[in-house]
């Protein structure tokens, strides 16, 4: 078909209402679909349904359309995601149904664009795995460079492909460093494995991402109120909410790998000034007594009282501390306040059954790591003076004692809050952010692999419509 007869087409469409708004609504059941099969496929058959409204005669179009929507819309009502307006499925007169069946959340039509154009690009493309076993810097050459440039271009962080495509240009280093944000590395245009790892990620295994982590936040987000805090352990970043307006954001550590920040929600009860840290048993045992072994000082050294189980405080000799490390050690430690004290200046006290909770830290240059799962579980905040000070203005009840305690690091006071601040802990691995650019981090505790591959959708059954 010429590209005239297609521009006569889409005119007629145009001047015809009742068509173009059923192309319209065709559209958005199909975006919707695309998105849902990504989420439900035992639900959403992509494939059968998109034969289903394609084939259908206009008179039977319309009420298989609205059962359809009807399914989006009870997919929705349980998660209890509102929808744009239940009340135009029974309108007969236009195809508005289709619209009203979409969730009504921020970010939906962006998600579901970047979804469409990821589907296309899977669709379009060869997205074998590339193979570099070397470092690729700035200026190197390699023969499968071209495709990478390619995949650049393609995904959008390159603005056009060069002329020399075998070679990292400037262009070409600027866009890997773009690339690296946008997937929470580190950002110095170098190919290396993790680099690598994201340009081999295919489009439609990204696209599954952003599908599932879009309905798992929308749902989640439905009950979360307008004043909370919340923290996105495998994003490495904290956000505050207040009256539904962002009030600060901030990089945070969490946990490691095999010491995981637990996905929960709570609310921030108490800020303890000054805190002293009464360390967990398991630390002791992991990470502490290998230092008392080697140096029987390290107890003094970094500021720690020892008790025993009767809350007696010991005092030994730095030979006989280091005897002691080699057996059960029956004893608890407590690090005095100050400037060495893990926990730093602040501790934002929540109930739960982890034992962890948000805290200052004296190593702010652990900020600057692209992969901050480096605690033992509990949640370091890199703008914590602003955190505190914010949570001082405007919960905190005894302000003169707090201004009065701000020139000292050693004296340790709780501070009770007006009204606790509901705290998030949660795991999301894609979104898209504020200025429309999709965003993936990786899996650090391989939880959002395990949710994938408890569904079994096939790429045929999400061919894009045309």
């Known amino acids: 078909m010429t590209n005239r007869v297609l521009v006569i087409l889409f005119a007629l469409i145009l001047s015809c209402p009742a068509l173009a708004n059923e192309q319209q609504a065709r559209q958005t059941l199909m975006r919707q679909l695309q998105l849902l099969a990504l989420v439900d496929d035992d639900q959403f058959n992509f494939e059968q349904q998109q034969a289903q409204l394609s084939q259908a005669p206009d ?3 319309r009420s298989l359309s609205v059962n359809i929507a009807f399914d989006i819309e009870r997919f929705w009502s349980r998660r209890g995601v509102p929808i744009s307006n239940e009340n135009k499925f029974t309108d007969n007169e236009d195809e508005n149904f289709a619209i009203a069946s979409e969730p009504n959340v921020e970010g939906y039509l962006a998600t579901t664009n970047h979804i469409a154009k990821l589907l296309w690009m899977q669709q379009k493309n060869s997205w074998l795995p590339i193979e570099v ?3 690729l810097r700035l200026g190197d050459t390699h ?8 995949r650049l271009w393609l995904l959008g962080d390159l603005a056009q492909l060069p002329v020399e495509p075998s070679k990292i240009t400037l262009p070409v280093h600027q866009a890997l460093m773009r690339f690296q944000r946008r997937h929470g590395l580190k950002v110095d245009g170098v190919v290396g494995p993790m680099t690598l790892k994201w340009l081999n990620t295919t489009p439609f295994q990204k696209a599954k991402l952003l599908a599932n982590n879009f309905v798992e936040s929308a749902t989640y987000r439905t009950s979360i109120g307008s004043r909370y805090l919340l923290v996105n352990i495998p994003a490495f970043e904290m956000v505050l909410v207040d009256d539904n307006e962002e009030q600060l954001r901030s990089r945070v550590i969490v946990g490691k790998p095999y010491r995981p920040t637990p996905i929960l929600n709570s ?4 800020i303890v ?4 840290w009464r360390v967990p048993r398991r630390i002791i045992y992991r990470d502490l007594l290998p230092h008392i072994r080697k140096d029987g000082t390290y107890i003094e050294k970094r500021q720690f009282q020892v008790f025993d189980y009767q809350g007696n405080l010991q005092d030994k000799g730095a030979e006989e501390w280091q005897s002691l490390a080699l057996g059960k050690f029956p004893y608890r ?3 005095k306040p100050g400037s060495l004290n893990a926990l730093g200046r602040y501790k934002f006290h929540f109930a739960n059954r982890h034992s962890v909770y948000l805290h200052d ?3 702010p240059e652990l900020f600057n790591e692209a992969n901050r799962a480096l605690s033992s579980g509990c949640i370091r905040v890199e703008s914590v003076t602003a955190l505190a000070n914010w949570m001082a203005s405007n919960l905190v009840k005894d302000k003169q004692t707090w201004v009065d305690l701000q020139s000292t690091n050693q004296t340790t006071q709780w501070f009770s809050l007006k009204s606790n601040l509901p705290v998030h802990l949660v795991y999301w691995t894609a979104w898209v952010d504020e200025v429309n650019q999709p965003q993936f981090r990786n899996d650090i505790y391989n939880l959002a692999e395990k949710r994938l591959n408890t569904q079994n959708v096939t790429l045929n059954k999400l061919a894009l419509t045309h």
Do not use: H
């Open 273 to 276: 000034l000054n805190p002293p």
């Open 143 to 150: 023969p499968q460079l071209n495709v990478l440039i390619k």
């Open 267 to 270: 609310q921030i009860s108490n």
């Open 133 to 135: 076993n070397r470092l």
């Open 333 to 335: 430690l407590v690090q």
């Open 361 to 363: 830290t004296p190593n």
């Open 59 to 61: 008179t039977e179009w």
